[in-house]
């Protein structure tokens, strides 16, 4: 047992910590979109005009196989149709945090094909590809690959859950 110290001490005063500053959510995006083109993406994707895919490197090609011929059965769909980016971006978070809770497998995510948008480049499609695999939305997700034609061709995504 040390015995107790008396009469007065220096106590250093708490340094403050040095947080980086918040970056804006273009900048997050771009480093994000190094990382996966760096190659440090936690998902092994795949992509076209027409195409997106992606995975957990750890989870069965059986069960991708499965997913990307739809022979996984859907149970429930959010169509992000007409939403701005941020609005896409909260109803796909809500959407799937339920669809987990209630313990669904796979859902199906249609976001369109941006026949509507300027230059009909599909604005929401790369959003939703990057949103399922980084951040808070990537945990809840092992894969997703675009949809069958009758469930939306390439204006929608199939989604593997975790359980």
Do not use: N
């Not at 998902?43 to 957990?56: P, V």
């Not at 196989?65 to 809500?94: C, F, M, P, Y």
């Not at 249609?110 to 945990?139: C, E, F, M, N, Y």
């Amino acid at each position: 047992m040390q015995p107790v110290q008396r009469g007065p001490q220096r106590v250093e005063p708490a340094k403050k910590s040095a947080l980086p500053p918040r970056m804006d959510e273009d900048a997050e995006v771009l480093a994000q979109l190094a990382e996966l083109v760096a190659g440090e993406g936690p998902f092994d994707l795949a992509d076209s005009d027409e195409f997106i895919e992606g995975s957990l490197p750890s989870l069965d090609p059986q069960l991708l196989r499965k997913l990307r011929k739809g022979e996984i059965s859907v149970q429930g769909h959010v169509d992000l149709h007409g939403l701005t980016r941020e609005e896409a971006r909260i109803a796909l978070e809500r959407f799937l945090l339920a669809s987990r809770q209630a313990g669904k497998r796979c859902v199906l995510v249609v976001h369109g094909r941006g026949l509507h948008s300027k230059d009909q480049i599909p604005v929401l499609k790369a959003s939703v590809q990057l949103w399922l695999t980084r951040g808070r939305i990537a945990r809840w997700v092992l894969a997703f690959t675009t949809a069958r034609p009758h469930d939306g061709g390439s204006g929608a995504v199939y989604v593997l859950l975790r359980r």
